[in-house]
């Protein structure tokens, strides 16, 4: 059974950077996609960006392109998401999320950690 757990998250002021982090373990993922998620209260939970971790392909929501960065660190089982130039409207509880395809569908990806909250705020 895979397990992913998030960290990272925190408190920033509009303008800010954040780093987050996915840990993957229990099982091989290395034939997954891994995404990460949010959801702000009282809205659906959203596609953020996604990438392969075998060959490293990404895609990213339009409303985070130029702004947020996702990387993996094969060696270390992680995946992270570099959050930049954060506006209030990024509030929201980040999850990570393993997935057999590319895909921006939230009912594609199999595995989900617990999420971690993030809050844009002055």
């Known amino acids: 059974q895979g397990q992913l757990v998030e960290s990272g998250g925190g408190l920033v002021q509009p303008g800010g950077s954040l780093r987050l982090s996915c840990a993957a373990s229990?099982?091989?993922?290395?034939?997954?996609?891994l995404g990460w998620f949010r959801q702000a209260p009282g809205k659906e939970r959203e596609f953020v960006a996604s990438?392969?971790?075998?060959?490293?392909?990404?895609q990213y929501a339009d409303s985070v392109k130029g702004r947020f960065t996702i990387s993996r660190d094969n060696t270390k089982n992680t995946v992270g998401l570099q959050l930049s130039s954060l506006k209030p409207d990024d509030t929201a509880v980040y999850y990570c999320?393993?997935?057999?395809?590319?895909?921006?569908?939230?009912?594609?990806?199999?595995?989900w950690g617990q999420g971690t909250q993030v809050t844009v705020s002055s």
């Open positions: 999320a393993a997935s057999r395809s590319l895909t921006t569908r939230k009912e594609m990806y199999k595995y």
């Open positions: 229990g099982r091989t993922f290395s034939t997954h996609y």
């Open positions: 990438i392969s971790w075998f060959d490293g392909t990404t």
